[in-house]
T-cell receptor, first 116, second 115 residues
Framework: AQSVAQPEDQVNVAEGNPLTVKCTYSVSGNPYLFWYVQYPNRGLQFLLKYITGDNLVKGSYGFEAEFNKSQTSFHLKKPSALVSDSALYFCAVRDDSGAGSYQLTFGKGTKLSVIP | GAVVSQHPSRVICKSGTSVKIECRSLDFQATTMFWYRQFPKKSLMLMATSNEGSKATYEQGVEKDKFLINHASLTLSTLTVTSAHPEDSSFYIC???????????FGPGTRLLVL
């Protein structure tokens, strides 16, 4: 079974400050890890993913995430937050155990508010 | 690239009627698509996995006769909510699996309100 934990329901950060949205995961095989962002009444937009290779992954809109296997974490980061980054962020995981299922397991989401 | 559309974006219907929602991958082919339901301020709940040319796989607790899924082509999957009731009111989101079979790309969602 696979699971994702986003321990913070809400994160508040001042504009221009660095932001971090936390995510930890559990899978039985190798993880495929994803971050998505959702604006109100919209679908999810893909930000970045970790499949293999460098632990630091860079994605859209200046976001990056670091895969930490020992801590089973995949925290989302941005050096300087913008007000327009305010949205709901979802971490998701898939287990690449070769079973052929491409289903994602999502965290409950973290609401990011960037304060002007 | 990797754009997924949904139609309609919003629909209001009367109780007992059926509603069809379309999900299209606009610039890539998708053998696998997914249908999710999202309640207010909640995460996504996977309803079913739609595979082109075969029957959909439904998650436990999802009524396959109520939520009909058809994936007739490599770019189109449809979800039909049959005999809709007010409790079916929700935000329905589809996604399509990219051609590398790695990333799911999501549609903009359909807001369904059943009166």
């Amino acid at each position: 079974a696979q699971s994702v934990a986003q321990p913070e329901d809400q994160v508040n950060v001042a504009e221009g400050n660095p932001l971090t949205v936390k995510c930890t995961y559990s899978v039985s095989g190798n993880p495929y890890l994803f971050w998505y962002v959702q604006y109100p009444n919209r679908g999810l937009q893909f930000l970045l993913k970790y499949i293999t290779g460098d632990n630091l992954v860079k994605g859209s809109y200046g976001f990056e995430a670091e895969f930490n296997k020992s801590q089973t974490s995949f925290h989302l980061k941005k050096p300087s937050a913008l007000v327009s980054d305010s949205a709901l962020y979802f971490c998701a995981v898939r287990d690449d155990s070769g079973a052929g299922s491409y289903q994602l397991t999502f965290g409950k989401g973290t609401k990011l508010s960037v304060i002007p | 690239g990797a754009v997924v559309s949904q139609h309609p974006s919003r629909v209001i219907c009367k109780s007992g009627t059926s509603v069809k929602i379309e999900c299209r991958s606009l610039d890539f082919q998708a053998t696998t698509m997914f249908w999710y339901r999202q309640f207010p301020k909640k995460s996504l709940m996977l309803m079913a996995t739609s595979n082109e040319g075969s029957k959909a796989t439904y998650e436990q607790g999802v009524e396959k006769d109520k939520f009909l899924i058809n994936h007739a082509s490599l770019t189109l999957s449809t979800l039909t909510v049959t005999s809709a009731h007010p409790e079916d009111s929700s935000f329905y989101i589809c996604s399509a699996l990219g051609q590398l079979q790695e990333t799911q790309y999501f549609g903009p969602g359909t807001r369904l309100l059943v009166l």
